[in-house]
C-alpha cells in the first residue's frame, strides 16, 4: 500500500505541475489562481496546498520536472554522441533549448528565474540549483565521453570545459528568455558560433 499511495501521491503531484503550466502558459503566470490550479486538476485547493505553499514553488517545481526530463533524454547522446565534437556538443545544446520550451514560455521563465533568486533556501529552489549542477555534469561528462574515444585531445580538463560550454549555454539562454523577439534559431546559431573555435582548439587533429 505504500508504494500504491507513493505513486499515486507523485501522479497528482505531476498533474498539478502540468495543471499549472498550461494555466500560465495560456492564462499567465500573475494571472492565474490556486484556485483556478485546483479545479483544472479537480482538486480542492486545501490539497493543493498539502504540496505547495504558493504559485511561486508550484512555477519551480515545474523546472525541476523540465530539468529532469531533459537530463533523461539527454543520457542517449552523452552514451552514444555523434562522432564530431561540435556535433555531439550541439545535439545536447539543442535538445536542452528544444525541451526548453514544452512547458514554459520565455515569461515563465523569467518569472521562475526571479523566484528561485529571490527565495534560494525554499525546497524547490534548492532542488532546481541541483538539478542545474547535473545539467552541468551531464555536459562535461559528454565531453569525457568524447575524450575516451579520441575526438578530444588527451591532457585537456574535460570537466572544466564541460563547466565553460554549460555556463555559456546557460548565460545565452538568460540572454534568449530576456529577449522576447530573439528565435530558439538564432539562439542555437549564436551558441554554435561560439562553440566552434572551443572545438578547434581541443579537438583531436584529422589523420
Known sequence: MTGL?????????????EAAT????DAGYDSTRIEDIAERVGVSPGTLYNYYENKGDILVAAVSME?????????SIVEAPPKSALDALQALIDLYFDHSLVYFSKEMWR????????Q?????SRRYTELDARLCDQVSTLI???QMQGVIIPGID??????????NLNMMFIEYVKDDAMTLETLKDRVLRQNRPLVQLIGQPMI
Do not use: H
Open 67 to 75: 530539468v529532469e526530463e531533459v537530463l533523461e533524454s539527454g543520457k
Open 5 to 17: 499511495r507513493a505513486r499515486q501521491k507523485a501522479d497528482r503531484n505531476r498533474r498539478i505541475l
Open 144 to 146: 569525457q565521453t568524447l
Open 22 to 25: 498550461a494555466l500560465f502558459r
Open 120 to 124: 534560494p533556501e525554499s525546497p524547490f
Open 111 to 118: 518569472t521562475a528565474m526571479a523566484i528561485s533568486i529571490q
Open 158 to 167: 574535460a570537466v572544466a570545459v564541460g563547466q565553460m560550454v554549460f555556463n
